[in-house]
């Protein structure tokens, strides 16, 4: 008796650095506790992109032929054995990351911090987990969620990167009628803006050495404040660089009218520059979440945070967050979020997707922000 014929789909799978191939696969029934989901609109990350490039992103080499994608929405289009939370045709958020849900980090809420989580288009696992540049995908149910009626698929799709800064925020302890600083504006950067807003910050100020994405923030609300650094040379050597770091400080908190500093900093941009800059950029007895994934190893300033007492946080990726970022995307509270959506790609031009993001600008000149990928979009 011949094998069952399973019905294909079309996948966006890399090989290697800018090997990123259009390939046909067998959809397969969901598994128990999964369900099947057609996923809609899919955002790139900064860090697909860095596989896209690269073939790596940061520790971790792609071993294996990897769909990437991680942050999606979509409807429902079958249901496992022991699913009892989904049907079809619900309309869902895909939370990428799929924890063990037995270890003490899991059990104490900290599950992003899980040793065995496996999460959707990262290499950091082995056998790697294909994510959402596909046209169906199973996934665990617990780790899907329902979307409020007024939720769009593209926000939906935002509340991956916005649980990145609800996280954040949370550690930061972000309270109504402090100030925030924001280094880095491109998606996470602008959504860090847009939060610090919606939950009551006094003053949103961000720093970038790109002039278009901070007219961009400042036109469309998500910070009430913008400075741009231009690009500037080397420094000869470490005791410059830590130099320069707080000089541009400075310079900065006085076009701000800000010289004692704000109350948290946002580092988004993962730049060893600005990753210095934020602690003498806050305020004395403050606080600074690194959130950017650049420089692996930054050389800081920690002298001055011990004597000023600013606190450093880490912030990776997040927990217990999608329900209110969902709440958050459906609710009208980020102004003009949806603008961050600069261009849509069908799922056959991935690769042209992947190009215009690497570029940071398209084919007319204008600013790329988050871009979608979904079968839905004319291609």
């Known amino acids: 008796m011949s094998a069952p014929a399973f019905p294909t789909q079309l996948a966006a799978v890399l090989h290697a650095a800018k090997d990123l191939r259009l390939e046909e696969r067998a959809v397969f029934p969901p598994g128990n506790g999964q369900v099947q989901i057609e996923v809609v609109s899919s955002g790139l990350c900064g860090s697909d992109l860095h596989y896209y490039t690269h073939g790596r992103n940061g520790d971790f080499a792609v071993r294996q032929p990897l769909v990437l994608g991680h942050e999606a929405a979509g409807i429902v289009t079958a249901v496992g054995a022991g699913v009892v939370d989904f049907v079809v045709g619900q309309r869902v958020a895909i939370e990428a990351g799929i924890m063990c849900r037995e270890c003490n980090f899991c059990k104490n809420d900290r599950y992003n911090l899980c040793r065995s989580m496996r999460f959707c288009s990262s290499a950091a696992a082995f056998p790697h987990v294909d994510g959402t540049l596909q046209t169906r995908m199973n996934h665990p149910a617990h780790v899907l969620h329902s979307l409020p009626d007024n939720c769009s698929f593209e926000k939906a799709a935002l509340a991956e990167p916005l649980s990145v800064l609800v996280h954040a925020s949370r550690r ?204 839905t979009y004319a291609s």
């Open 172 to 375: 930061a302890g972000l309270t109504p009628g402090q100030s925030v600083l924001v280094l880095g504006t491109g998606a996470i950067g602008l959504l860090a803006c847009a939060l610090a807003k919606s939950l009551g910050a006094s003053c949103v100020a961000a720093i970038d050495i790109n002039e278009s994405r901070l007219d961009f923030a400042k036109r469309n609300g998500f910070a009430d404040q913008v400075f741009c650094f231009p690009p500037a040379d080397r420094p000869r050597n470490a005791e410059e660089q830590l130099r320069r770091a707080k000089d541009n400080a400075t310079f900065a908190l006085d076009a701000f009218h800000k010289e004692e500093g704000f109350d948290i900093v946002f580092e988004c941009s993962g730049a060893e520059p600005c990753v210095q800059m934020s602690v003498h950029a806050a305020v004395t007895g403050g606080k600074v979440m690194l959130i950017g994934m650049g420089t692996r190893n930054a050389m800081m300033p920690l002298s001055a945070a011990a004597l000023r007492e600013v606190d450093i946080h880490g912030s990776f990726r997040y927990a217990n967050t999608y329900p209110t970022a969902l709440d958050l995307l459906s609710s009208g509270k980020l102004q003009n979020v949806e603008k961050l959506v600069t261009h849509r790609f069908a799922l056959e031009d991935t690769q042209k997707a992947f190009e215009t993001l690497e570029r940071g600008i398209d084919e007319n000149g204008q600013l790329v922000l988050k871009i979608m990928v979904g079968q």
